[in-house]
């Protein structure tokens, strides 16, 4: 998207000394209008130009960046760093979703932001219900109130329990213990405060 403003100049014995309140002193020719030389013009941009995003793999980077999309709602960083085993307990919860969906649970899905039908939730998979609610705004404001500190961990073969502190302005804490495996040589998210409680 580009961006286009331009500005007029009078000839030099037109100036006049500045008014002393901010309305408008331009001539009526040239309000609301804009030269042909200062129309934007759309510019594209090629797909190779554009950086690649980097999935991180060392464990505290995988999880502040899973943290981060958590609070913006990144459908893509969240289905490249959450585990088989996370998606089998969102599985677990879409089961129970579906299994009890009645008009009733489907107005509570409606009033939380679900923009979906029945017949769409009944043909979910796991990721497609992880990312339609981490997109939910009150999803991310669920997130965006913390800030996280991550504590010691050890990197002992291809699962990890790391301890996180969770805390907002005003000075609450939560403690939580996050927990990561190795899969395909990159380290995804198990479980993460939250992931076990959608709206």
């Known amino acids: ?3 286009s403003g331009g500005v007029y100049s009078q000839p030099e014995e037109e100036i006049t000394q500045p008014p002393d309140s901010l309305q408008n002193t331009e001539p009526d020719s040239l ?3 804009e030269p042909d030389s200062l129309v934007a013009e759309e510019i594209e941009i090629p797909i190779e130009d554009v950086p690649p995003l980097t999935i991180p793999n060392d464990p505290a980077d995988v999880l502040e960046v899973f943290f981060g999309a ?8 969240i289905s490249e760093l959450i585990s088989s085993d996370g998606l089998d307990e969102i599985d677990i919860m879409l089961e129970i ?16 932001g679900y923009t979906v039908t029945a017949d ?10 992880l990312t339609s609610t981490i997109v939910l705004p009150v999803m991310k404001a669920r997130y965006s109130i913390y800030e996280m500190q991550i504590g010691d961990y050890s990197d002992r073969g291809n699962e ?12 609450l804490e939560l403690s939580y213990q996050a927990i990561l495996r190795k899969e395909d040589n990159q380290w995804k998210v198990t479980n993460f405060m939250g992931l076990n409680s959608f709206p």
């Open 31 to 33: 309000q609301n209008t």
């Open 70 to 77: 958590l609070k913006t709602g990144d459908t893509f960083m």
């Open 120 to 129: 769409e939730i009944e043909d979910w998979s796991p990721m497609e219900y």
């Open 97 to 112: 979703l579906q299994e009890n969906l009645d008009d009733a649970t489907l107005s509570r899905l409606n009033t939380a």
């Open 160 to 171: 990890l329990t790391i301890p996180v502190v969770f805390s907002t302005a005003t000075g």
């Open 1 to 3: 998207m580009m961006f």
